[in-house]
Nanobody, 121 residues
Framework: QVQLVESGGGLVQAGGSLRLSCAVSGSIKEIETKAWYRQAPGKQRELVAA???????HYAGFVKGRFTISRDNAKNTLYLQMNSLKPEDTAVYYCNARKYIATMRGSLDYWGQGTQVTVSS
């Protein structure tokens, strides 16, 4: 099992910044990727940014140049630095970890409980 606990959400004005954190614990070996997703009311959950074990990162087009995903392996913590926030960034942000399960010969997704980010205009 993998446990993910997000923090750092809140209310911010447009143009402001927030940094989300995700503490990762439990059986963390064989985690392939860590990522941030978000879900706005009435919309599907969407990928925001991901970081692969080797350190490569991937960003959704709508956040490129504004958000930065990073990790501190010593602290088992994932971060999302969000700058130049827009009202359309308002959503619940979820931390995700994808872990390879040998007995399944496949991967399993683990999710945090989510943290609300609200950007006022």
């Amino acid at each position: 099992q993998v446990q993910l606990v997000e923090s750092g959400g809140g209310l911010v004005q447009a143009g402001g910044s927030l940094r989300l954190s995700c503490a990762v614990s439990g059986s963390i070996k064989e985690i392939e990727t860590k990522a941030w997703y978000r879900q706005a009311p009435g919309k599907q959950r969407e990928l925001v940014a991901a970081i692969i074990n080797g350190g490569d990162t991937h960003y959704a087009g709508f956040v490129k140049g504004r958000f930065t995903i990073s990790r501190d392996n010593a602290k088992n913590t994932l971060y999302l630095q969000m700058n130049s926030l827009k009202p359309e960034d308002t959503a619940v942000y979820y931390c995700n970890a994808r872990k390879y399960i040998a007995t399944m010969r496949g991967s399993l997704d683990y999710w945090g409980q989510g943290t609300q980010v609200t950007v006022s205009s």
